[in-house]
T-cell receptor
């Protein structure tokens, strides 16, 4: 079945640094969604990308969907301690609304 | 809206006991999902419903797990008998389903039910 891989699985950065995390799918996706889960919390929707090559920004977060619609990236500029958490990408499997999640990228920030 | 409501928030039980987790989705949402989260396996989709009908239960681990959605505002996930390896956080999520134009509704997650089986 479809697999969604995220790299890296863990990321530790100094406050103020930039970093990028990646999401790769074994199949072409109709869309990709990103979620954030704070420690002890539940996943919260961040954004959805649908178009090939699409780029969307949310303040310091920049999301991109690959041209082939098989990969995506999340870039965070000037990381803050409030960015701490696990970031998941998820894609619908086949033609269904069944969302398959990657294993997540756990971000820790050194103040 | 209060969001997706799950109960209980925490459950500690002994191996062999029956466990029932409950979920109230957001009113108006057509789709409901049950996920299980563990450190080792991440977020796994167990089953999802569309308009109260189970569409895909291929993620349900085994016959000990069952899920129902008797109406649009309530769903249960039952484990009988429970085993220590079932210990995890179980999330219920709801969404509007397919919106069109390639968009799927975002998932709204409940706060989860943390299950510990001793």
């Amino acid at each position: 079945g479809q697999q969604v891989m995220q790299i890296p699985q863990y990321q530790h950065v100094q406050e103020g640094e930039d970093f990028t995390t990646y999401c790769n799918s074994s199949t072409t996706l109709s869309n990709i969604q990103w979620y954030k889960q704070r420690p002890g919390g539940h996943p919260v929707f961040l954004i959805q990308l649908v178009k090939s090559g699409e780029v969307k920004k949310q303040k310091r977060l920049t999301f991109q969907f690959g041209e082939a619609k098989k990969n995506s990236s999340l870039h965070i500029t000037a990381t803050q301690t409030t960015d701490v958490g696990t970031y998941f990408c998820a894609g619908p499997q086949g033609g269904s609304e069944k969302l398959v999640f990657g294993k997540g990228m756990k971000l820790t920030v050194n103040p | 809206d209060a969001g997706v409501i799950q109960s209980p928030r925490h459950e500690v039980t002994e191996m062999g006991q029956e466990v029932t987790l409950r979920c109230k989705p957001i009113s108006g949402h057509n789709s409901l999902f049950w996920y299980r989260q563990t450190m080792m396996r991440g977020l796994e989709l167990l089953i999802y419903f569309n308009n109260n009908v189970p569409i895909d239960d291929s993620g349900m681990p085994e016959d000990r797990f069952s899920a129902k959605m008797p109406n649009a505002s309530f769903s249960t996930l039952k484990i009988q008998p429970s085993e220590p390896r079932d210990s995890a956080v179980y999330f219920c999520a709801s969404s509007l389903g397919w919106i069109g134009g390639g968009y799927t509704g975002e998932l709204f997650f409940g706060e989860g039910s943390r299950l510990t089986v001793l």
